[in-house]
């Protein structure tokens, strides 16, 4: 007989009721609490890390543990198994928080939030939309009908589009009418070809229409709460995606969603992550979620199909085919999202299976698809979506850079939170950084790995092939890996350092970013000088430094006031789509005019990224001497 047994998790003070053999990864997971755990459970990142307090386990590592995990009762949560009563800590770079922070989002491009930009480049027509009626009593001498009133009034204000209305208003409208004197509010939603009632409030509430704008990144999820009626975004915010904790790209989640169970599993996981920050995001700013009446996603075809729990496994296999490319209107219940019930869930329409509705925002938000000269887009993440062109045409490519530049696959990679270092200079022996907000470091972010990835090779502490070289004091050797320690005094007592297979991840991610650019361009006949405008999007873009991006490989070398930074333009998109029927209109007509490069049957690209695969990058015959 299976015992069940008692796991205790700090500093949550939750207690989880699990199978006695039990790894802790999935019974957290069970728990409801998400952590790092970029390989899904295999043991092979190394990030899931807990500590044990008290209690009876089994490691599975418990040879291969260093004298200092041993010392401070550190191990692997997918590797440690709950043999009884058992009590451990999460440490704070471990945990997937669902706590809203807004710091990242303080300093976005060039644009005010507090005056949403959407209104001078696409006109104002929301998706939803509050109406205030004060309807004529019901008389002796005026017997028109309930409905008929309704649509007579209605016909005063507008003649765009035809209205629908639910049974659900229909039953509520009789009493409505009579005991509010003729005073009330209609919820309608605004799609191509009519307005539906959605629901009918007594009164005057015309004031309370919210919506949700969310972007739904393989590792980050970002979410908006926007004042409809206001125009204006109220709170911003950013925490990791819980299916963080299946794996690190869309192909490990999407071979885990073929599992038995895995495609519930990362449904519930996004679904959930989602919540919170709504429930986040309105408490903090005292609104009610009855008062949301849209969510809009943006997001790459992966996500959006997990997040909808559609099957995405013909998105990797030939010929990679999406199960839509612009999907209805669905209700927010039928998707899981807790807003009000009858509200709406929107995503914005993807032209292919690697670029999505991310970058149908990008285009839009960047204004690419209207410029007069050669522009490039490029969306920074763990996959790099890159779009040439301008009002003529458009060209566009995905890249699996993978996810070193948000943070994981690299041993000590955090995202952009407090904490986080973000800056490096090295002058001989020593290192200088500074961090997010000042504190004490926890970890190095996208930001950061530029610049010590260039400092290392400019200081000649690794080579062109990004190999350690020579003799540093900050060298050391540890498990049979060269590393270099950036520093000892982290926020957890453990050192921060660089590995040689961090460094080998960089130079791939930068290289995948950087040949991808460099394929489509030879691919339409044109060259680096050619482009006029890059803008540069990404969760990090803002404070990438440009001369080092350039000088390790990962941006063409081009004058750097060419460069622009547009911060999260997939977030942006979302809240365009929700205020904008012209830029909901221009999403899909965008769509139609891609043109799409497939870097993985294209004859130039692994030429392209073989001669990337240095610092900052080489010539393709140089790439066989190096061999």
């Given at each position: 007989?299976?015992?069940?047994?008692?796991?205790?998790?700090?500093?949550?003070?939750?207690?989880?009721?699990?199978?006695?053999?039990?790894?802790i990864l999935s019974s957290l997971v069970k728990g409801g609490i998400f952590i790092t755990s970029h390989?899904?459970?295999?043991?092979?990142?190394?990030?899931?890390?807990?500590?044990?307090?008290?209690?009876?386990?089994?490691?599975?590592?418990?040879?291969?543990?260093?004298?200092?995990?041993?010392?401070?009762?550190?191990?692997?949560?997918?590797?440690?198994?709950?043999?009884?009563?058992?009590?451990?800590?999460?440490?704070?770079?471990?945990?997937?928080?669902?706590?809203?922070?807004?710091?990242?989002?303080?300093?976005?491009?060039?644009?005010?939030?507090?005056?949403?930009?959407?209104?001078?480049?696409?006109?104002?027509?929301?998706?939803?939309?509050?109406?205030?009626?004060?309807?004529?009593?019901?008389?002796?001498?005026?017997?028109?009908?309930?409905?008929?009133?309704?649509?007579?009034?209605?016909?005063?204000?507008?003649?765009?589009?035809?209205?629908?209305?639910?049974?659900?208003?229909?039953?509520?409208?009789?009493?409505?009418?009579?005991?509010?004197?003729?005073?009330?509010?209609?919820?309608?939603?605004?799609?191509?070809?009519?307005?539906?009632?959605?629901?009918?409030?007594?009164?005057?509430?015309?004031?309370?229409?919210?919506?949700?704008?969310?972007?739904?990144?393989?590792?980050?999820?970002?979410?908006?709460?926007?004042?409809?009626?206001e125009e204006v975004v109220l709170k911003k915010g950013v925490t990791f995606n819980r299916q963080a904790?299946?794996?690190?790209?869309?192909?490990?989640?999407?071979?885990?969603?073929?599992?038995?169970?895995?495609?519930?599993?990362?449904?519930?996981?996004?679904?959930?992550?989602?919540?919170?920050?709504?429930?986040?995001?309105?408490?903090?700013?005292?609104?009610?979620?009855?008062?949301?009446?849209?969510?809009?996603?943006?997001?790459?075809?992966?996500?959006?199909?997990?997040?909808?729990?559609?099957?995405?496994?013909?998105?990797?296999?030939?010929?990679?085919?999406?199960?839509?490319?612009?999907?209805?209107?669905?209700?927010?219940?039928?998707?899981?999202?807790?807003?009000?019930?009858?509200?709406?869930?929107?995503?914005?329409?993807?032209?292919?299976?690697?670029?999505?509705?991310?970058?149908?925002?990008?285009?839009?938000?960047?204004?690419?698809?209207?410029?007069?000269?050669?522009?490039?887009?490029?969306?920074?993440?763990?996959?790099?979506?890159?779009?040439?062109?301008?009002?003529?045409?458009?060209?566009?490519?995905?890249?699996?850079?993978?996810?070193?530049?948000?943070?994981?696959?690299?041993?000590?990679?955090?995202?952009?939170?407090?904490?986080?270092?973000?800056?490096?200079?090295?002058?001989?022996?020593?290192?200088?950084?500074?961090?997010?907000?000042?504190?004490?470091?926890?970890?190095?972010?996208?930001?950061?790995?530029?610049?010590?990835?260039?400092?290392?090779?400019?200081?000649?502490?690794?080579?062109?092939?990004?190999?350690?070289?020579?003799?540093?004091?900050?060298?050391?050797?540890?498990?049979?890996?060269?590393?270099?320690?950036?520093?000892?005094?982290?926020?957890?007592?453990?050192?921060?350092?660089?590995?040689?297979?961090?460094?080998?991840?960089?130079?791939?991610?930068?290289?995948?970013?950087?040949?991808?650019?460099?394929?489509?361009?030879?691919?339409?006949?044109?060259?680096?000088?050619?482009?006029?405008?890059?803008?540069?999007?990404?969760?990090?873009?803002?404070?990438?430094?440009?001369?080092?991006?350039?000088?390790?490989?990962?941006?063409?070398?081009?004058?750097?006031?060419?460069?622009?930074?547009?911060?999260?333009?997939?977030?942006?998109?979302?809240?365009?789509?929700?205020?904008?029927?012209?830029?909901?209109?221009?999403?899909?007509?965008?769509?139609?005019?891609?043109?799409?490069?497939?870097?993985?049957?294209?004859?130039?690209?692994?030429?392209?990224?073989?001669?990337?695969?240095?610092?900052?990058?080489?010539?393709?015959?140089?790439?066989?001497?190096?061999?």
């Amino acid at each position: 007989m299976i015992k069940s047994v008692f796991l205790t998790v700090q500093p949550f003070n939750k207690k989880i009721l699990v199978k006695k053999g039990s790894d802790i990864l999935s019974s957290l997971v069970k728990g409801g609490i998400f952590i790092t755990s970029h390989c899904g459970g295999k043991g092979i990142c190394r990030k899931c890390k807990i500590k044990i307090l008290k209690g009876s386990f089994y490691s599975e590592e418990e040879e291969k543990l260093t004298e200092e995990r041993k010392d401070k009762n550190i191990y692997l949560a997918c590797r440690t198994k709950v043999m009884g009563n058992l009590e451990i800590e999460i440490l704070p770079e471990t945990v997937i928080s669902e706590k809203v922070e807004d710091k990242t989002f303080e300093k976005e491009g060039e644009f005010s939030y507090r005056t949403h930009p959407v209104k001078d480049d696409f006109g104002l027509s929301p998706i939803t939309k509050k109406i205030f009626l004060k309807l004529p009593q019901p008389s002796f001498e005026d017997t028109t009908s309930d409905y008929e009133r309704l649509l007579r009034e209605l016909k005063k204000i507008t003649d765009e589009i035809p209205f629908s209305i639910n049974i659900e208003s229909i039953r509520k409208l009789p009493n409505i009418l009579r005991d509010g004197l003729g005073e009330l509010t209609l919820t309608v939603v605004k799609d191509e070809k009519y307005y539906e009632v959605v629901n009918i409030e007594q009164g005057d509430t015309s004031l309370n229409n919210f919506g949700i704008a969310i972007d739904i990144g393989t590792t980050t999820i970002a979410a908006s709460l926007l004042d409809i009626k206001e125009e204006v975004v109220l709170k911003k915010g950013v925490t990791f995606n819980r299916q963080a904790s299946f794996g690190d790209d869309i192909i490990s989640r999407i071979v885990f969603a073929e599992k038995k169970g895995g495609l519930k599993k990362l449904h519930q996981a996004v679904v959930e992550t989602v919540n919170g920050m709504i429930v986040n995001l309105t408490e903090s700013c005292g609104i009610s979620i009855n008062d949301i009446y849209c969510v809009v996603i943006s997001g790459n075809m992966t996500m959006v199909h997990l997040l909808l729990e559609i099957n995405p496994s013909f998105l990797r296999k030939e010929p990679y085919i999406p199960v839509a490319n612009i999907f209805p209107l669905f209700k927010s219940s039928d998707v899981g999202i807790r807003i009000n019930r009858k509200g709406v869930v929107a995503t914005i329409p993807g032209g292919y299976p690697y670029v999505g509705g991310d970058i149908t925002a990008g285009i839009l938000i960047s204004g690419i698809y209207k410029e007069e000269v050669l522009s490039l887009f490029v969306d920074i993440g763990t996959n790099g979506e890159i779009v040439v062109g301008n009002k003529d045409f458009l060209v566009c490519a995905s890249a699996s850079a993978g996810p070193a530049f948000e943070g994981s696959g690299v041993r000590n990679g955090v995202r952009v939170m407090e904490g986080a270092i973000q800056t490096f200079q090295i002058r001989n022996e020593d290192v200088h950084f500074e961090t997010v907000g000042g504190t004490k470091p926890i970890g190095i972010c996208g930001s950061g790995y530029i610049e010590l990835l260039c400092e290392l090779f400019k200081n000649n502490i690794i080579n062109r092939n990004g190999i350690f070289i020579g003799k540093h004091k900050r060298i050391i050797e540890k498990d049979g890996m060269k590393e270099f320690v950036v520093t000892e005094n982290s926020a957890n007592g453990e050192e921060i350092a660089i590995t040689q297979a961090d460094i080998d991840n960089l130079i791939r991610a930068k290289g995948a970013i950087f040949s991808a650019i460099s394929t489509i361009l030879k691919t339409i006949g044109l060259k680096f000088e050619d482009i006029k405008k890059f803008y540069i999007a990404g969760g990090f873009g803002n404070s990438i430094n440009i001369k080092k991006a350039v000088e390790i490989g990962l941006l063409p070398d081009l004058p750097e006031e060419r460069f622009k930074f547009l911060g999260n333009t997939s977030l942006r998109g979302a809240e365009g789509y929700i205020l904008s029927e012209e830029f909901r209109r221009l999403s899909r007509e965008i769509i139609k005019k891609l043109t799409y490069v497939d870097l993985s049957r294209s004859p130039i690209y692994m030429e392209e990224y073989m001669k990337s695969l240095f610092i900052p990058h080489t010539d393709y015959l140089e790439t066989l001497e190096f061999k």
